[in-house]
């Protein structure tokens, strides 16, 4: 723990932590900072100008990124027929219909992302409660409810990740790995920005990007100038 704290503290040191960088300067400084010794993520941090109490307000939806996120992604699919051999031939680590909703309920959850067509979706029930709290249910507003399997294994391996409006409308998204070049992790970051302002609720009141703050697994936060970064993409 000493050692987290100086890290933290020479961290610190080399930048104005009350200060809004630009976005060039920001990755900079996080990538400066991104010390530890694994390569760490990239993440944003967004903060919404809404209510997520309103149900038309609530955001969730999904960005592929430019550069990917440098993870590899476990994906599974729940589905029937010709379209286990889609998914199959697509890449996806896991397909299957009834054998492989046994083996979920049985407590096997080696995957990232699960994807299933609609005609299983009513089979899925049972799993409600198993794969609800860790986020997994899959669901057509993030693109794991559909017909079209192949092209969503693609997809989530090629790096789309879910956007959603927490408590207090903040998004957590992760936009790369520090060992990227800068440019990829901007683009990546101004993708996830631009997505965003494109979900903007009409409900919504004020300020809608009230604030924008990117940084490393072990390393600190570096705050965005959100006027600079919006006009920028």
Same mark, same amino acid.
């Given at each position: 723990m000493p050692k987290a704290g100086k890290r933290i503290a020479k961290a610190y040191s080399n930048f104005d932590k009350n200060k809004l960088y630009g976005l060039e300067e920001a !990755?900079?400084? @996080?990538?400066?900072?991104?010390?530890?010794?694994?390569?760490?993520?990239?993440?944003?941090?967004?903060?919404?100008?809404i209510d997520v109490k309103k149900a038309d307000q609530q955001i969730r939806s999904t960005?592929?990124?430019?550069?990917?996120?440098?993870?590899?992604?476990?994906v599974a699919v729940i589905a029937k027929g010709d379209k286990v051999k889609e998914a199959e031939a697509a890449g996806?680590?896991?397909a299957g219909a009834e054998d492989l909703i046994e083996k979920i309920a049985g407590g096997w959850m080696e995957f990232d992302i699960l994807i299933a067509t609609p005609d299983v979706m009513a089979q899925l029930a049972k799993l409600g409660r198993v794969l609800g709290p860790k986020g997994l249910m899959p669901n057509p507003? !993030?693109?794991? @409810?559909t017909a079209e399997v192949g092209r969503a294994v693609k997809d989530f391996k090629a790096g789309k990740v879910e956007i959603r409006a927490e408590k207090n409308g903040i998004v957590h998204v992760p936009a790369g790995k520090a060992s990227f070049g800068a440019d990829k992790l901007e683009a990546n970051i101004l993708a996830?920005?631009?997505?965003?302002?494109?979900?903007?609720?009409a409900t919504a009141k004020g300020t809608y990007l009230k604030s924008l703050a990117v940084s490393s697994t072990m390393g600190v936060g570096v705050k965005l100038d959100t006027n600079?970064?919006?006009n920028k993409k």
């Open positions: !990755v900079k400084i @996080v990538k400066e900072n991104a010390t530890a010794k694994f390569d760490e993520t990239i993440d944003l941090a967004l903060k919404l100008g960005v592929v990124l430019p550069n990917g996120t440098g993870k590899t992604v476990r996806a680590d896991a507003k !993030v693109g794991t @409810v996830v920005v631009d997505t965003i302002m494109k979900l903007k609720p600079a970064i919006i």
